[in-house]
């Protein structure tokens, strides 16, 4: 079984510019949820993506979108960076069946 | 909406001594609860859940934590620790409906085990 993977692992990118993030969820998951991560903090929910629809979203303003593939791997872009956007963005998959999620291992974006 | 508070940002313990890592939540609803653990420059694995039945549930590397509803906690413990439980440690709550599956995160406690 395949877990979560997500690339690039590493980014570095110029205020203003835009970023696209990727996702491949667990074999069998159809939910797709990212969350950002500032140093020091907590995970916040961006938003969820179920069967290729944004499924709730967190209080993060719209230059944050995404996307869900029908094979639910997902993108996450990120429009006109600013330096706060700089953090550990995780991406998690979960399937309807269970509430846990299963998460990959990050990408680092750095706003410089 | 739901809120976590991990009440530790830090909590520095020697090898084989018990520790205990502090969560409230606050909800209007019933929650499902989990404790996951971040190694540096890593994501986050689950380290056990509380979704229904046992108030205790039990990790397989000897974790535990306790629901208590009354209190709206959900602390981890564990009665000797090893160095290899050096890391991150984040409480999270999410609800049914609407909510499912969408993870409400502690700031996380730094447990940090002292050979």
């Known amino acids: 079984e395949t877990g979560v993977t997500q690339s690039p692992t590493h980014l570095i990118k110029t205020r203003g510019q835009q970023v696209t993030l990727r996702c491949s969820s667990q074999s069998g998951h159809n939910t797709v949820s990212w969350y950002q991560q500032a140093l020091g903090q907590g995970p916040q929910f961006i938003f969820q993506?179920?069967?290729?629809?944004?499924?709730g979203r967190g209080n993060f303003p719209p230059r944050f979108s995404g996307l869900q593939f029908p094979n639910y791997s997902s993108e996450l872009n990120v429009n006109a960076l600013e330096l706060d956007d700089s953090a550990l963005y995780l991406c998690?998959?979960?399937?309807?069946?269970?509430?846990?999620?299963?998460f990959g291992p990050g990408t680092r974006l750095t706003v410089t | 909406a739901q809120s976590v508070t991990q009440l530790d940002s830090q909590v520095p313990v020697f090898e084989e001594a018990p520790v205990e890592l502090r969560c409230n939540y606050s909800s209007s609803v019933s929650v499902y609860l989990f404790w996951y653990v971040q190694y540096p420059n890593q994501g986050l694995q689950l380290l056990l859940k509380y979704l229904s039945g046992s108030t205790l549930v039990e990790s397989i590397n000897g974790f535990e934590a306790e629901f208590n509803k009354s209190q709206t906690s959900f602390h981890l413990r564990k009665p000797s620790v090893h160095i290899s439980d050096t890391a991150e440690y984040f409480c999270a709550v999410t609800a049914g409906g609407t909510s499912y599956g969408k993870l409400t995160f502690g700031q996380g406690t730094i447990l940090t085990v002292h050979p």
């Open positions: 998690a998959s979960s399937s309807d069946q269970e509430y846990e999620q299963y």
């Open positions: 993506y179920y069967r290729e629809e944004e499924n």
